[in-house]
């Protein structure tokens, strides 16, 4: 089986072009089929601010009404994913910029309203695994912004973490699946302000624990939930660590 290593990136690093350009040239290293995953929620809460949209969150997960999802895609699909396959490009990689719409590539159904309404945020119903792999049959290199599709025609905001995690899943089928999951951060820590307390190991029941307690909080806990599901479907290897660190196996590794 082929090894296919699949990376997540978010947070300061694709909104910081130094910190984007390094970890890039870092992500062109890694040897064998490779897929790109990134986020770019800061930049859309900085440009709904100009536009004067009220950025709204619940427990790391951002609620997107209609004019949110123009932000969203116009970030995400535009300038965030266009940025990354120039710069990919430029480094010799035959990177192609997809959204879940593209090549019917994820279909998602809208969340259903409970508790909260989450506006039109997609829940990942489906990857279309074959057309990945033709792509990475055919030397392309996937780069895919957070947007997925529901099949009637409207774009759902759909979770960074969450993709890379549904990809693994469907893809360890036919490959030995690497998942990274890369932020500015060491890894996962005991104390997010303290980069000497990273947790090198992680199993599920102690994420169970760190949660209840408040240790692990906000954004990292949609990121481990996905983790752990990634692991139980047969995913290889998943790790959490920092751009610099992704061809060093250091960071925090999930058991």
Known sequence: MQQLTIVKVGGKIVEDPDSLTAFLKEFSLIAGYKILVHGGGRLATVLAEKLGIETKMVEGRR??????????????????????????????IDAIG?????????????????????????????????????????????????????????????????????????????????????????????????EGSLISTLDFDLFQHYKAEGIIHGGMIPKLDNAFQAIAAGVKEVIITQASDINTGKGTLLI
């Open 98 to 194: 997809l959204t879940g719409a593209d090549m019917n590539l994820i279909f998602s159904e809208k969340r259903p309203v409970k508790e909260i309404d989450y506006g039109f945020v997609g829940d990942v119903k489906n990857i279309n695994a074959p057309a990945i792999l033709e792509l990475l049959k055919q030397n392309y290199t996937p780069v895919i912004a957070p947007l997925t599709h529901d099949g009637e025609g409207t774009l759902l905001n759909t979770n960074a973490d969450t993709i890379a995690g549904e990809m693994a899943k469907d893809l360890a089928f036919d490959c030995n699946v690497r998942l990274i999951y890369c932020f500015e951060k060491r890894g996962v820590l005991l104390n997010e302000d303290d």
């Open 63 to 92: 609620i997107t009404d209609e004019k949110m999802l123009k932000v969203v895609t116009m970030v995400y699909a535009g300038l965030v994913n266009k940025n990354i396959v120039a710069q990919l490009q430029k480094l010799r």
